[in-house]
């Protein structure tokens, strides 16, 4: 089945320095792959997605760049404010016609802290 | 306008009872997923609604649970002889369809803790 593996957290950073995330995923096909964030008290909300090869989602100053080459979709930002400071999860979508269409597959999240 | 609601924000039962929460996805929405997250397990699908097709029921983890969704829209997930594995945040979310077009909105979640 689907499964996404993310960076093991908590990442804690100085405001203005530089964010990766890592993300691998494994799946049949071509999924569609998604960054979603939950800050503190907040919903779950979509950041960023790419839906097909070499595409690279951007929001709010965070890229991923889909690489099927190496099943990966990690999230960078150049440089973080303490407002970036939240839960981050990797997901991907099944394509259309197999088993997981539909559904998002998450990754287990990861801590951000950014200090001033 | 309006986001996804579900209800209770809140829920704490004894074990052994049953429970039921609401999720009210945005009008027009035909897609519904329930997912859950906990500590343990990270977030987890349950279950899928698109339209009037049968749901993807492949994400609920034994007989005790189970969903529907009346008329298209308002949907219901009841957890039957609840047990402390149980206890999590039950997310609902709602999308224009099952496309990886269409983004899912997600809802503020229902705490349930099974005392």
């Known amino acids: 089945g689907n499964s996404v593996t993310q960076m093991e957290g908590p990442v804690t950073l100085s405001e203005e320095a530089f964010l990766t995330i890592n993300c691998t995923y494994t799946?049949?096909?071509?999924?569609?792959l998604f960054w979603y964030v939950q800050y503190p008290g907040e919903g779950l909300q979509l950041l960023l997605k790419?839906?097909?090869?070499?595409d690279k989602g951007s929001n709010k100053g965070f890229e991923a760049t889909y690489r099927k080459e190496t099943t990966s979709f990690h999230l960078e930002k150049g440089s973080v404010q303490v407002s970036d400071s939240a839960v981050y999860f990797c997901?991907?979508?099944?394509?259309?016609?197999?088993?997981?269409?539909?559904?998002?597959?998450f990754g287990q999240g990861t801590i951000l802290t950014v200090h001033p | 306008g309006a986001g996804v609601s579900q209800s209770p924000s809140n829920k704490v039962t004894e074990k052994g009872k049953d429970v039921e929460l609401r999720c009210d996805p945005i009008?027009?929405?035909?897609?519904l997923y329930w997912y859950r997250q906990s500590l343990g397990q990270g977030l987890e699908f349950l279950i899928y609604?698109?339209?009037?097709?049968?749901?993807?029921k492949s994400g609920l983890p034994s007989d005790r649970f189970s969903a529907e969704r009346t008329g298209g829209s308002v949907s219901t997930l009841t957890i039957q002889r609840t047990q402390q594995e149980d206890s999590a945040v039950y997310l609902c979310?709602?999308?224009?369809?099952?496309?990886?077009?269409?983004?899912?909105?997600f809802g503020p979640g229902t705490r349930l803790t099974v005392t």
């Open positions: 609604f698109q339209g009037n097709s049968a749901p993807d």
């Open positions: 799946a049949t096909g071509y999924p569609s």
């Open positions: 997901a991907l979508k099944g394509d259309a016609g197999g088993t997981s269409y539909g559904k998002l597959t």
């Open positions: 979310a709602s999308s224009q369809g099952g496309s990886s077009s269409y983004e899912q909105y």
């Open positions: 009008s027009g929405h035909t897609a």
């Open positions: 790419a839906t097909k090869a070499d």
